[in-house]
């Protein structure tokens, strides 16, 4: 069974702290990618990696930046946390190959409150 | 905006009765159609999926019936029970990296 980690299932920080979102997969997947879910908007991709120390900015990566410096991990870092940035993050992961049928699989989230 | 579009945002069901979700996409460079399936909780995890080459697809009680002229697709789950309530999330790709998401249904079966 393909497992995705993450650190944190809830996290509570500062308007403008630093934050550090990490994800960890066992399967040893090419891609890897941070999505933030809000009610009435889905999941929208912030940014994925399809090897390390490689990114691809997604649909929403304003405010946020990535770093993959093992092919199993994958963090998600806010500079400077902002309370519209108050949501639930989730990491996936991806075989890759670049079928568009690669299957994502996704870690359990983290529910993060900017106060 | 949203490139793939979905309704409703909530639906209750009987339990045995008829569960439809329906999504609707812009972008006709899109070639795979999958359907994610999320507990509270949880991840989303992979449901069912779908080709552009078939209209129908079925795995066990969850059908998806796509429709490329109208560029519409549907999930059905038949004989829904209560361990099915969840949300439903439509997606579509044209490449591996890109899945856009639907904005999610909350399905609840009443027993």
């Known amino acids: 069974d393909v497992k995705v980690t993450q650190s944190s299932r809830y996290l509570v920080k500062r308007t403008g702290e630093k934050v550090f979102l990490e994800c960890v997969q066992d399967m040893d997947h090419e891609n890897m990618f941070w999505y933030r879910q809000d009610p009435g908007l889905g999941l929208r991709l912030i940014y994925f990696s399809y090897d390390v120390k490689m990114k691809e900015k997604g649909d929403i990566p304003e405010g946020y930046s990535v770093s993959r410096e093992k092919k199993e991990r994958f963090s998600l870092i806010l500079e400077s946390a902002s309370t519209n940035q108050t949501s639930m993050y989730l990491c996936a992961s991806s075989s890759g190959g670049g079928a568009s049928t690669d299957t994502q699989y996704f870690g359990p989230g983290t529910r993060l409150t900017v106060l | 905006q949203q490139q793939v579009k979905q309704s409703p945002q909530s639906l209750i069901v009987q339990k045995g009765g008829i569960s439809i979700i329906n999504c609707a996409y812009e972008n006709t460079a899109f070639d795979y159609f999958p359907w994610y399936q999320q507990f509270p909780g949880k991840g989303p995890a992979l449901l069912i999926a779908?080709?552009?080459?078939?209209s129908e697809k079925k795995e066990g009680r969850f059908t998806i019936s796509f429709n490329k002229s109208a560029k519409q697709f549907s999930l059905h789950i038949m004989d829904s029970q209560p361990g099915d309530s969840a949300t439903y999330f439509c997606a579509a790709s044209k490449r591996v990296y890109k899945l856009s998401f639907g904005a999610g249904t909350t399905v609840t079966v009443r027993a």
């Open positions: 779908i080709r552009p080459d078939v």
